[in-house]
């Protein structure tokens, strides 16, 4: 072993690399805090809840930490109209999208969005294995459409990656939460067979689909259809797969690999409309096919509180509720809690900040949540 490879050299690289990334996380979050507050540049919910707070952000918040200085963040701001006050003066006259999460809990949560989707779904295109999504490839949606951003921007994706063309099936996932809480099994079983059909003709039409987003359920069940009629995701020609959902968890990933991918490669993901998308650090047999996920900073953090007080994040491999952060300008939201928990886990080699593992609804809100097609 090289001196540059021991233990000790590469945990000082890693410590390293750390601190430069938390100097560039300070540094993002007083440009967009000062977009945010800035009359010429912000957006009027922000403008005119400057004037409630009893600090001046252009001028107090100098650093990440400095962000904890704003009260929690409601959710409640969310719902509703008007969305013109959520756009940043700065941005105005570009196209705007509006994107809504899944309603589960009453009125969807909106954010008005320009260019952030296709933002962060370029960054995560670097973390994957071109060997796997080859540049250039035809994509499969295999998730939920109408008002959420993944259709787009996993249309994006394949785009960017060489010019791919995405193929998309259609999916409401919201007549999915009301057939589940109908317990109407007959009607629920018939929608995700007439979902799964979807994808079965669109990967037997000649189309060259190499790569796939599905959520965990519906990656199941195409492989169940495929291997009913005799094949497998990988002899359709799926190479690569990324997916995400609360069902992801270390038991479903390795039944995946063993028993359903007949050896296409798939990476995990965690992501929502308010934050973007996690990605995952490697996983497989070598680490008993743990999932820990790392937030695309700076542009959104992810902390592991602690349940009673969400001013203390926890130690690692401690549990706590999940606290996002999101810094984009388009987009800022300070401390938001999620309806997820999850476990703090360290930095590593491929993301050198903090992340989280153990992903699954906060359980202040489990037993009302009802989860669907993810």
Sequence with gaps: MLASDSPTSASSDLAARGARAREALDAWTREIVAWHFDPATGAPFWLDYAKKL???????????????????????????????????????????YVFETGGTTGIPKTRVAFEDFRTDYELFSETLPDEYFPRGSNWLMLGPSGP??????????AQYR??????????????????????????????????????????????DIRCMFATPKLLEGLALKLESMGTTIRKAGITGIFSGGTEFTPQWNRFAHEELLDGTYMTPTYGNTLMGLAASAPTGPHNNYKISYHAPQPRAVIQ?????????????????????????????????????????????????????SGVKPFRGVAATTTVGVY
Excluded at 56 to 85: A, C, H, I, T, Y
Excluded at 197 to 204: P, R
């Design 54 to 96: 009893d600090f001046d952000p252009r001028r107090d918040v100098k650093n990440f930490d400095d962000l904890s200085k704003f009260p929690s963040f409601e959710d409640e701001w969310l719902r509703g109209g008007p969305m013109q006050r959520w756009i940043p003066k700065g941005l105005a006259g570009k196209p705007i």
């Design 148 to 157: 959420r951003r993944l259709r787009l921007s996993v249309e994006h994706l």
């Design 162 to 207: 060489g010019g791919g063309i995405c193929f998309c099936v259609d999916l409401d996932p919201r007549w999915v939460i009301k057939l589940i809480k109908k317990g109407w099994s007959e009607h629920l079983d018939a929608y995700k067979a007439h979902v799964i059909e979807q994808a079965v003709t669109i990967l037997h039409a000649g189309h």
């Design 304 to 356: 592991v509180v602690d349940f009673d007080d969400p001013s203390r994040v926890v130690d690692y491999g401690q549990s706590g509720r999940v606290k996002l952060t999101t810094l984009t300008k388009e987009f800022f939201v300070p401390g938001f809690l999620e309806r997820d928990e999850g476990e703090r886990e360290a930095p590593c080699d491929k993301f050198p900040w903090d992340g989280i």
